[in-house]
């Protein structure tokens, strides 16, 4: 029940930005498209809920850029993610209210959910799931006679032999140069709109998204739904890697759950359906590319006084 109405929220909130003067309805079109793309696993995780936080954080901080701040400290008590929100705010009072709200909900609620911050000790100790871009690796190892096996581990369907380590490490690696990505751009972006908060945050859940050891399909349910609040601003730039995701819901759909017996057993099918995530990976670049670009002056060269000028073409003849 609380995703069916997580549903029509998410599509309310957009509508009411995007009809507005000076906005675009691509956002909601964005998640008309996207939510039936994916099928049923909408309904049955509450990534949906925690999507609907986010998009209302991040509408209301286009207004007003002191209020994403509580949104997205809530929303980070339910999944890390919506903290990376918070990349393009240009407000301490933003991050501060996050911090309390985090802080001060999770020390209420800590005692009456005994181990329930345990899932920071899973990721740290997970391998590398089926599903991720560094899945492929193992099947194609396999054939050249390495072993390794595929068994549920950690709530999810993860490799475990030899290299996975390597392979885990390599995706925390990737993880770790994209937040130093997301670092320069901050401090080298200048040219901020309104519309900047969303697809900094688009932008950064993308980037950490496709490093990261698992890629679940209830993911692109997130991805889809900032992509749809980035497009409501007519000046955005987002409208390719939205698109490239939208051609990933169909995509994933076909892999969990139609074909997720192939997936998991990594037969050559399964294999072929996780080039899927060569999307989410172009789109995150794109992203990039067009965050930075939109934000970041470009650099100017300054010209050199007349006698310097004159110098220096004396000393070259």
């Given at each position: 029940?609380?995703?069916?109405?997580?549903?029509?929220?998410?599509?309310?909130?957009?509508?009411?930005?995007?009809?507005?003067?000076?906005?675009?309805?691509?956002?909601?079109?964005?998640?008309?498209?996207?939510?039936?793309?994916?099928?049923?696993?909408?309904?049955?995780?509450?990534?949906?809920?925690?999507?609907?936080?986010?998009?209302?954080?991040?509408?209301?901080?286009?207004?007003?850029?002191?209020?994403?701040?509580?949104?997205?400290?809530?929303?980070?008590?339910?999944?890390?993610?919506?903290?990376?929100?918070?990349?393009?705010?240009?407000?301490?009072?933003?991050?501060?209210?996050?911090?309390?709200?985090?802080?001060?909900?999770?020390?209420?609620?800590?005692?009456?959910?005994?181990?329930?911050?345990?899932?920071?000790?899973?990721?740290?100790?997970?391998?590398?799931?089926?599903?991720?871009?560094?899945?492929?690796v193992f099947p194609v190892a396999w054939h050249f006679g390495r072993q390794g096996e595929v068994l549920l581990n950690h709530g999810s369907i993860e490799f475990l032999g030899p290299y996975v380590g390597l392979v885990s490490s390599a995706a925390m690696a990737l993880t770790g140069?994209?937040?130093?990505?997301?670092?320069?751009?901050?401090?080298?972006?200048?040219?901020?709109?309104?519309?900047?908060?969303?697809?900094?945050?688009?932008?950064?859940?993308?980037?950490?998204?496709?490093?990261?050891?698992?890629?679940?399909?209830?993911?692109?349910?997130?991805?889809?739904?900032?992509?749809?609040?980035?497009?409501?601003?007519?000046?955005?730039?987002?409208?390719?890697?939205?698109?490239?995701?939208?051609?990933?819901?169909?995509?994933?759909?076909?892999?969990?759950?139609?074909?997720?017996?192939?997936?998991?057993?990594?037969?050559?099918?399964?294999?072929?359906?996780?080039?899927?995530?060569?999307?989410?990976?172009?789109?995150?670049?794109?992203?990039?590319?067009?965050?930075?670009?939109?934000?970041?002056?470009?650099?100017?060269?300054?010209?050199?006084?007349?006698?310097?000028?004159?110098?220096?073409?004396?000393?070259?003849?």
């Amino acid at each position: 029940m609380p995703a069916c109405l997580a549903d029509p929220t998410v599509l309310s909130l957009l509508l009411y930005t995007g009809l507005r003067p000076g906005r675009s309805p691509r956002g909601a079109w964005t998640w008309v498209a996207g939510v039936p793309l994916l099928g049923p696993t909408v309904y049955v995780r509450y990534d949906l809920m925690v999507t609907a936080v986010a998009v209302a954080a991040l509408l209301a901080g286009a207004r007003h850029p002191r209020v994403p701040g509580a949104p997205a400290g809530l929303g980070a008590l339910l999944k890390v993610w919506p903290a990376l929100l918070l990349v393009g705010a240009t407000r301490l009072r933003a991050w501060a209210s996050a911090a309390v709200t985090a802080g001060g909900l999770g020390a209420l609620f800590a005692p009456a959910v005994p181990g329930g911050l345990g899932f920071l000790a899973f990721q740290r100790d997970r391998g590398t799931e089926v599903e991720s871009p560094g899945g492929p690796v193992f099947p194609v190892a396999w054939h050249f006679g390495r072993q390794g096996e595929v068994l549920l581990n950690h709530g999810s369907i993860e490799f475990l032999g030899p290299y996975v380590g390597l392979v885990s490490s390599a995706a925390m690696a990737l993880t770790g140069a994209a937040f130093g990505r997301l670092v320069l751009w901050r401090l080298r972006a200048a040219r901020l709109a309104p519309h900047t908060l969303a697809e900094a945050a688009f932008t950064a859940v993308l980037l950490f998204t496709v490093t990261s050891r698992v890629i679940s399909p209830q993911y692109l349910v997130r991805l889809i739904g900032l992509a749809a609040v980035c497009l409501c601003f007519r000046s955005s730039r987002m409208g390719a890697p939205a698109s490239l995701l939208l051609a990933a819901a169909l995509l994933t759909v076909l892999e969990f759950p139609v074909g997720f017996v192939h997936v998991a057993v990594s037969d050559p099918y399964g294999v072929t359906l996780l080039l899927r995530n060569g999307l989410p990976v172009a789109a995150a670049l794109r992203a990039a590319r067009e965050l930075w670009r939109c934000t970041v002056p470009a650099a100017t060269v300054t010209p050199l006084p007349p006698q310097a000028t004159r110098a220096k073409e004396t000393s070259a003849s």
